[in-house]
């Protein structure tokens, strides 16, 4: 078997009884070269096609959940450990960047959807954090980043009573 054959984007496909109909369809011709010149253009870059693509541009994936207190950023990172990561926190932005390595040589790799290489995420934060009470912790693979608000991120609520009908209740 040929290793292309198992690259769903390799412009080099088997012919099926299905393709033989669609080769006087002109549309079906434009969209095969589309396609061929897409993948032209992604392969002198040495990247994927967007289906990859898509997927390296976010990584790794990441969670922020939000209540009154923190803010907390939990980021997927397997095959790392926490001497792979660095967390940086500045001008709002908090900064979690890497490198994930190859365990074999490229030369004994015959095909791989692996990811490997420096990452970088920026995100940025729209609330005031204490930045010296910030805490990171990284177990079985997921960072976890938590967050203190500071005292005038903080939600000031206020209970509002509902009135009934334009008329005021008496309690």
Same mark, same amino acid.
Request: charged share 35%.
């Given at each position: 078997?040929?290793? =292309?054959?198992? %690259?769903?984007? *390799? =412009?080099?496909?088997?012919?099926? $009884?299905?393709?033989? +109909?669609?080769?006087?369809? $002109?549309?079906?011709?434009?969209?095969? @070269?589309?396609? =061929?010149? /897409?993948?032209?253009?992604?392969? !002198? /870059?040495?990247?994927?096609?967007?289906?990859?693509?898509? =997927?390296?541009?976010?990584?790794?994936?990441? @969670?922020?959940?939000?209540?009154?207190?923190?803010?907390?950023?939990?980021?997927?990172?397997?095959?790392?450990?926490?001497?792979?990561? &660095?967390?940086?926190? *500045?001008? *709002?932005?908090?900064?979690?960047?890497?490198?994930?390595? !190859?365990?074999? &040589?490229?030369?004994?790799?015959?095909?791989?959807?692996?990811?490997?290489?420096?990452?970088?995420?920026?995100?940025?934060?729209?609330?005031?954090?204490?930045?010296?009470?910030?805490?990171?912790?990284?177990?079985? *693979?997921?960072?976890?980043?938590?967050?203190?608000? !500071?005292? &005038?991120?903080? $939600?000031?609520?206020? +209970? %509002?009573? %509902?009135? +009934?009908?334009?008329? @005021?209740?008496?309690?």
């Amino acid at each position: 078997m040929n290793m =292309r054959d198992l %690259i769903p984007w *390799g =412009r080099n496909h088997q012919a099926t $009884p299905s393709r033989y +109909r669609e080769e006087g369809d $002109p549309f079906m011709t434009l969209h095969r @070269e589309m396609n =061929r010149l /897409f993948d032209d253009v992604f392969r !002198s /870059f040495d990247m994927a096609p967007f289906g990859a693509l898509g =997927r390296l541009a976010a990584w790794p994936s990441v @969670e922020v959940v939000e209540n009154d207190k923190d803010v907390r950023i939990c980021a997927e990172l397997p095959g790392l450990d926490e001497k792979d990561v &660095e967390v940086l926190m *500045g001008e *709002g932005v908090l900064t979690i960047r890497g490198e994930k390595k !190859s365990e074999v &040589e490229d030369k004994e790799r015959a095909f791989s959807e692996r990811t490997y290489g420096r990452f970088e995420r920026r995100i940025p934060l729209p609330w005031e954090v204490q930045e010296d009470k910030i805490d990171a912790a990284f177990r079985n *693979g997921v960072l976890t980043v938590t967050l203190p608000k !500071s005292a &005038e991120s903080r $939600p000031q609520v206020k +209970r %509002i009573a %509902i009135n +009934r009908g334009g008329e @005021e209740t008496k309690h």
